[in-house]
């Protein structure tokens, strides 16, 4: 985070506005020019109690957009970064994402527990699917209906294109169950 403010300290923008009117920054400044990975490492290394606080602040959005209390657990944060990161690299180093798996994300299974699902089972590699599940944790209602409306859009779209493979075999190749619509719950 050091270096990240010593990059910027001479640029015209909030950093510099603060080292050079404030001579400290905001932790809610510096976070819009970290790097995911950068995050991930941030939230790792903050105390067990920082977490229950983030994870806490994520439950209290979460029962304010949809009118349901859940307990995100910390665990479930940190998967959730280690999903977004993943993907996200892989998509800006032109990687073919669709059916991207990540090992090992046993801590998946508490995203499930902390929203209540029951009805998929977790595999123990994480792949598109999941990813979308946890982006429920921390979009808010609009933006996560949204992005499963926009997603149900494309796969009606492009479906009918599919010939020399089945759309269902792509689904299943990025983890979608047979029931995934009813899973993402969009009304």
Known sequence: MSNEIKRN???KNAISH?????KHVPLWVLVNYLTFGELNYFYSVCTD???RVIASDFSLKYKRNYKTE???QPQSIETLNILVNYFRNSVAHDEITYNKLILKTKKFRLIKQDLKLNDFIVNSQSGVFELIVALKLVLSKKEYYDFVKQLYKLF???EPCFQSVSFAAILHD???PKNYRAILKVK
């Open 156 to 158: 009606d779209k492009y």
């Open 49 to 51: 109690k920082i977490k």
């Open 9 to 11: 300290a001479n640029k």
């Open 70 to 72: 859940i307990k995100i």
């Open 18 to 22: 603060y080292v050079n009117e404030h």
């Open 174 to 176: 990025m983890h979608f």
